[in-house]
C-alpha cells in the first residue's frame, strides 16, 4: 500500500508527458511514438535506472494495447470509405503478408547468414503494419479517401495473418499441406465471430436504456473486446474478431455514437503511450548499439525491397494509378506491432530472439523517422493531396445524435475548382447544407449568392443518410467545378 501513491502518480506524471509530447511532436515534425519510446529508455536501466526485462509479460500487455488499438481503429473506421478500397485491403492484407515474409526471409538469409526458419520469422515480424501509426497519420494527410481507406483497411486486417505466422515460425509447428487451410479457417473464423458479435452488440446497445450515457462507449469497447476473447477460445484470430466488430459497431446507429467515438479515440491514445512506453522501458540500449547494423540491413530491405514487391503484387488486378501505388509502397508505416511481435519468439526461448528484438527496435526507429517525416511531403509530390477533402468534425452533443446528424468540416485549397462557385451552385443533396462560412478568421452565415474563395473553411450539416452524397459532390465541385456532373466527375 505504501508504494500505491508512488506508482499512480509515477504513471499519472508519465501519461501526462506523454501528452503534452504530442503536440511537441507535431512541431517537430516527428511521428510521437519515437517520444514515447524516448521516454521508456529515459525511465529504464539507462536512465533513471528501472529495470524491467520481462518478457512474457511484455507480450501480454503489447498485445493488450494492440487489442485496444485494434478497437479503436475499427470504431472509427466509416464503411463508405473502406468500402470501394476492399479488395486492395484484402489483398495488402493477405497476399503482402506472403509476399514479405518470403521476400524479406529470402534476402535476409544471405544477407544475414540466417537459417531459413529464423530468416521466414524475421520477415513475418516485419510484415505487418502498425495500426497506431496508420489511423494517426493518414486521417491528417489530405490523400484521397480511397487511398487513405485502402491503408486503414490494410493496417487494420494485416495484424491478424502477421501473428500466426509468426505464432507458426516460433513454435515447433511441422508444416504441411492441411497449414494453409487452418490459418484461412482462422482468419474466416475471427471475421464471422467478430460480424456476429458486432451485430448482436448494436441491436443490444440500441435496445438497451442505460442509466448513464457514459455507460454506451463502455459496452462498445467491451464487446469488441468480448470478439477478441471469443475468437481466441475458437481457436480462430481474435485480433481480425476484435478489428471487424469495431467497424460493424462503429458503422450502426448507435446511441451517442458521438461520445463512443471520442472514448475509443482516447483509449486508442493511452495504449498508443502505454505500449510504446513499456517497449521503451524494456529495451536496452547498450544491446541496441550492437544491432544497428544488422537492423539498417533489415529495414533497407523492407523499404526498398520487400514493400515495393508485396504492393505492386497485391494490387495487380486492381489498375491503380502510378502515383497510388508508389504511394502505398511508401506508406508502409512500421510501429509498436512488429516489436510486439518480436516477443513472442522471445518469450518462448527461440534461439536468436534477444537479437531479432534489438533489430526491429532500430528497424522501427529508423522507418518511422524515414518514412513517417516524408509521408506528407511524398503525397504532395505525388499530387495526392486534397486540402478540401470533407472531414468529420466531431462534435461531442447528444442532440445530433438523436437527430442522426453530422458537422462536416471542408476547407477550399489553392487551385481548389471550389473557388468562384456560388452556394447556389454548390447544390449539396437534400438532407444537406453550409451553415457557416470561415473567411480570413471571421465565420458568417452563408446566403445563396455567397461566392467561395479559396482558404474559405465551411461547416456542412447533414444528416447520415446524405453524408455520403454530400461528400461526393464536394469533392466532385473541388475536382471539376458546378458542372462536373456534366464533365463525368462523380467524386468518388
Not at 41 to 55: C, S
Not at 73 to 87: D, H, I, K, S
Request: with cysteine.
Amino acid at each position: 500500500m505504501d508504494d500505491l501513491p508512488i506508482m499512480l502518480g509515477s504513471g499519472a506524471i508519465v501519461l501526462l508527458a506523454s501528452v503534452l509530447a504530442v503536440r511537441f511532436s507535431i512541431r517537430l515534425g516527428l511521428p510521437s511514438l519515437l517520444i514515447y519510446l524516448g521516454i521508456g529508455v529515459f525511465i529504464g536501466e539507462a536512465g533513471l535506472g528501472v529495470e524491467f526485462d520481462n518478457p512474457a509479460l511484455t507480450q501480454s500487455l503489447g498485445l493488450a494495447a494492440l487489442v485496444m488499438i485494434l478497437a479503436e481503429g475499427g470504431l472509427t473506421t466509416r464503411w463508405e470509405v473502406v468500402r470501394p478500397a476492399l479488395g486492395p485491403g484484402l489483398a495488402l492484407s493477405t497476399v503482402a503478408i506472403v509476399v514479405t515474409v518470403v521476400v524479406t526471409g529470402s534476402a535476409l538469409h544471405w544477407l544475414l547468414d540466417l537459417d531459413w526458419r529464423s530468416a521466414l520469422l524475421w520477415g513475418a515480424v516485419l510484415a505487418s503494419t502498425d495500426a497506431a501509426a496508420v489511423f494517426s497519420m493518414l486521417r491528417t494527410s489530405g490523400i484521397s479517401r480511397r487511398l487513405s481507406g485502402t491503408l486503414e483497411l490494410e493496417s487494420g486486417l494485416n495484424d491478424a495473418p502477421a501473428y500466426i505466422a509468426v505464432v507458426l515460425l516460433a513454435g515447433e509447428t511441422t508444416f504441411h499441406w492441411a497449414l494453409p487451410l487452418l490459418v484461412v479457417y482462422q482468419l474466416a473464423a475471427g471475421a464471422a465471430i467478430g460480424y456476429a458479435l458486432g451485430r448482436l452488440g448494436a441491436e443490444a446497445l440500441r435496445r438497451a436504456a442505460l442509466p448513464a450515457t457514459g455507460l454506451y462507449p463502455l459496452a462498445a469497447v467491451a464487446v469488441c473486446v468480448t470478439a477478441y476473447a471469443a475468437g481466441q477460445f475458437g481457436h480462430a484470430s481474435g485480433l481480425l474478431a476484435t478489428y471487424v466488430a469495431g467497424v460493424v459497431l462503429g458503422n450502426s446507429r448507435l446511441p451517442h455514437r458521438a461520445g463512443t467515438l471520442s472514448f475509443a479515440e482516447g483509449l486508442g491514445w493511452i495504449a498508443q503511450i502505454g505500449v510504446f512506453v513499456l517497449l521503451g522501458l524494456f529495451a536496452s540500449p547498450e544491446r541496441l548499439l550492437h544491432s544497428i547494423v544488422p537492423g539498417l540491413v533489415a529495414g533497407a530491405v523492407v523499404l526498398l525491397v520487400s514493400r515495393p514487391v508485396s504492393v505492386l503484387v497485391s494490387v495487380l488486378p486492381f489498375r491503380l494509378p502510378w502515383r497510388e501505388q508508389a504511394f502505398l509502397c511508401w506508406a508502409g508505416l512500421r510501429g509498436a506491432v512488429p516489436i510486439v511481435l518480436a516477443t513472442i519468439p522471445l518469450a518462448q526461448g527461440v534461439p536468436g530472439a534477444e537479437r531479432l528484438l534489438d533489430a526491429v527496435f532500430v528497424i522501427v526507429i529508423a522507418l518511422t523517422l524515414i518514412q513517417g517525416a516524408l509521408l506528407n511531403p511524398v503525397a504532395r509530390w505525388l499530387r495526392l493531396t486534397r486540402d478540401s477533402e470533407p472531414e468529420e468534425f466531431v462534435v461531442d452533443a447528444a442532440p445530433l445524435d438523436e437527430l442522426g446528424a453530422v458537422l462536416l468540416q471542408v476547407g477550399i485549397r489553392r487551385g481548389s475548382r471550389l473557388h468562384g462557385v456560388y452556394l447556389a451552385e454548390l447544390r449539396l443533396p437534400a438532407g444537406a447544407g453550409v451553415s457557416l462560412v470561415v473567411r480570413g478568421g471571421k465565420g458568417f452565415t452563408p446566403a445563396e449568392t455567397t461566392r467561395l474563395q479559396e482558404h474559405d473553411r465551411l461547416l456542412v450539416v447533414t444528416t447520415q443518410d446524405a453524408r455520403a452524397a454530400a461528400e461526393r459532390r464536394i469533392r466532385a465541385v473541388d475536382r471539376a467545378g458546378p458542372l462536373a456532373k456534366w464533365k463525368g466527375e462523380s467524386g468518388d
